[in-house]
């Protein structure tokens, strides 16, 4: 079972492509399931299988949902229908029979029990009898009751419904549309992926205000039905080509469709999944969620009359595709509508730029890199910035304004400019170097209650937020996404004024630096070339000898050309202040943002800076461990 891949994996992947519409296609073979990950389902089902048929006679264990549906990642939950109508219908023929009574039948009546007897059944079965299942519970509650589980050595999570035949035929219309176009695919994974980086959809089932995923793929669906022309067909038009064999109703909704995608005619559209998705989001920018509805059966939107009595309309109306009085996005917010239409805006935005059709020569995000990164196409969201918290021998912990923060910054800069050869000029000039005033305490470290490993220096990359949980206060007085030195409104008045002052202490010293050269890589090979083999240690970074590691970044310059080259390859903003005080260690939280957005170039960087700073600050400011200035 593979893990989720890892953010900055799938962007370095990303950027790696020539162009959005390969990037479109690396993105599925990205995240779909590998063969190995699909066997282990089929094994988990074929295991469900054996033992509920020990039980329950004639059942069926089908899958259902993203594991079939064409739009699998790694690590999707595992849907499963536990179909008991041919048990129910066996156990009525069997009813009265001789041996009847001594059938594992006996125990309860199929057809006259209540879902949450079901649903405890089945869940004691899992709980009991299938090896390797742990943590089963019934959620009676939901609109589909399920039992939930995991299995321990994969770590799959599933559900098993009962009674859902429906998601059955669902499934099997949005497997059919990824089949019946090769743009379907790239274009619902680049959505659903983008939704969740926004926080716009993930939670299961409809449990909560966020889209599910179904529903958003029903969201790419219908849009692809509506393009013109359409890259998809109606749900109507799809119901003309069924075939006897196709027709079925479940639940007294009709869901005949061909099984076979080649039946359907190619479609006219000539549109690259690039440009679908740039539309998809100027189309849903601006579109009204609340004032139609939106339906696959007719490829259109209706006027909200024409849903029915029984629809439940709500802030976004999106008509089931065969069930359809039910609207799969009843729990859908007014809030998160009306998100889901500004994310899509500023996202229509972006893929205008050139920063989305244009492959970055300078190791830049771009394309679907950037757009997948929470927050950075939000216009107004604060720039991400990284962390590097290195602290400091108690003794220079400055009880006296001035007293060892110059000297700090002083080093710090000393290590970008002259060790590492970045510019690096003053930002706004450092106001109240160092000390906190008298009864002050020390502004506490953000790093959120988490300790650095080790005793050198420990780093935290914040986490980049979907601009609504960006907004966390955080003890610098900013809300966590603003730059550095960004201020609140004023409120105007010498009082509110002072207030500023303080909280403008705690910001110390900021510098603006550029990079020029590739200073951090290979570095290791070039020490131990300069000294020639002298030493029989390897040098830690940065911390053996400052000279030599200004040898080591004058090679990597020399090696480039010497010359500074016309364009920097990095941007960033620094600025450094105290945190600690309490029970916690003082330390200096260098805190950098560059500018534009970080690609994987930049990360590079901060990956090696962040190892190499706090060693070679030591090594200027002469600490030992433990070392007094
Ligand atoms: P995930 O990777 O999130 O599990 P998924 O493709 O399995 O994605 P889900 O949203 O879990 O999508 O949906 C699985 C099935 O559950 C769908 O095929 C559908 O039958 C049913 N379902 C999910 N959400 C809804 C909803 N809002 N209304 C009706 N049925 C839903
Ligand atoms: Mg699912």
């Not at 329950?56 to 939950?77: E, K, Q, R, W, Y």
């Not at 008991?84 to 219908?89: D, Y």
């Amino acid at each position: 079972h593979r893990e989720p891949l890892g953010a900055g994996q799938l962007e370095r992947a990303l950027c790696q492509a020539n162009d959005v519409d390969a990037q479109m296609e690396q993105l599925v073979g990205l995240l779909e399931l590998s063969e190995g990950e699909r066997r282990l389902r089929h094994l988990l089902v074929a295991l469900f299988q054996e033992v509920f048929s020990e039980f329950f006679p004639s059942c069926s264990v089908l899958p259902f949902g993203s594991s079939v549906n064409g739009f699998d990642a790694h690590g999707c939950d595992l849907d499963l229908l536990l179909d008991l109508e041919p048990t129910k219908s066996l156990q009525s023929s069997a009813r009265g029979s001789p041996g009847a009574e001594e059938s594992i039948l006996s125990d309860i009546d199929l057809a006259s029990a209540s879902p949450p007897e079901l649903l405890e059944l089945v869940a004691a079965v899992l709980r009991r009898c299938v090896p390797g299942v742990r943590r089963v519970h019934a959620v009676p509650t939901a609109r589909r009751p399920v039992v939930k589980f995991s299995h321990k050595q994969s770590g799959l999570a599933g559900d098993i419904s009962v009674d859902n035949r429906l998601a059955l035929h669902n499934t099997r219309f949005l497997r059919l549309c990824g089949e019946a176009d090769e743009r379907v695919r790239p274009l619902g994974y680049a959505v659903r992926l983008w939704a969740k980086q926004q926080g716009l959809a993930g939670n299961p089932a409809g449990g909560g205000p966020l889209l599910t995923n179904y529903a958003l793929t029903l969201l790419v669906l219908f849009f692809l039905q509506t393009r013109s022309p359409p890259v998809l067909p109606a749900v109507a038009q799809l119901r003309e080509l069924a075939g006897d064999e196709d027709r079925v109703v479940v639940a007294g909704w009709d869901c005949s469709f061909p099984r076979d995608a080649a039946l359907l005619e190619p479609s006219a559209n000539s549109e690259s999944p690039s440009s679908l998705l740039a539309e998809f989001f100027r189309v849903f920018g601006d579109f009204d969620f609340s004032g139609q509805v939106l339906s696959l059966r007719e490829g259109r939107a209706l006027p909200l009359p024409e849903a029915g009595e029984l629809f439940k309309q709500g802030s976004l109306n999106l008509q089931d595709p065969f069930e359809l009085s039910h609207n799969v996005a009843a729990n859908v917010t007014e809030k998160t509508a009306a998100r889901l239409g500004h994310c899509c805006r500023a996202a229509a935005k972006y893929c205008r730029s050139l920063q989305y059709r244009c492959k970055s020569t300078k190791g830049r995000g771009w394309g679907l890199a950037r757009l997948f990164q929470p927050g950075a196409v939000e216009p107004g969201a604060g720039a991400a910035s990284f962390l590097i918290s290195i602290p400091v021998p108690a003794p220079w912990c400055p009880e006296e304004p001035g007293g060892g923060f110059k000297e700090i910054c002083a080093g710090i800069a000393f290590v970008l400019r002259d060790v590492l050869r970045c510019s690096c000029t003053p930002g706004k000039p450092p106001k109240q170097l160092g000390a906190p005033r008298a009864g002050q305490s020390l502004p506490q470290d953000p790093v959120g209650g988490k300790e650095p490993p080790g005793d050198t220096a420990g780093v935290e990359e914040e986490p980049l937020q979907p601009p609504t949980a960006s907004k966390r206060p955080q003890p610098d007085g900013t809300d966590g996404a603003a730059p550095p030195r960004a201020k609140r409104p004023r409120v105007n008045g010498p009082e509110q004024e002072e207030e500023e002052d303080e909280e403008e202490e705690e910001v110390v010293a900021s510098w603006s630096c550029t990079v020029w050269h590739h200073v951090w890589t290979g570095r290791r090979r070039l020490r131990r070339q300069l000294l020639h083999g002298a030493s029989p240690e390897e040098p830690e970074e940065g911390g053996d000898s400052l000279e030599l590691e200004q040898k080591v970044s004058e090679a990597i310059v020399q090696h480039e050309g010497a010359a500074r080259p016309p364009e920097p390859l990095l941007r960033f903003e620094a600025s450094a202040r105290l945190a600690g005080g309490g029970r916690r260690e003082p330390r200096v939280l260098l805190r950098l943002t560059p500018s534009p957005a970080p690609g994987p170039l930049f990360r590079d960087f901060f990956h090696f800076l962040q190892a190499f700073l706090p060693p070679a600050l030591r090594r200027r400011l002469g600490w030992g461990p433990g070392a007094a200035p």
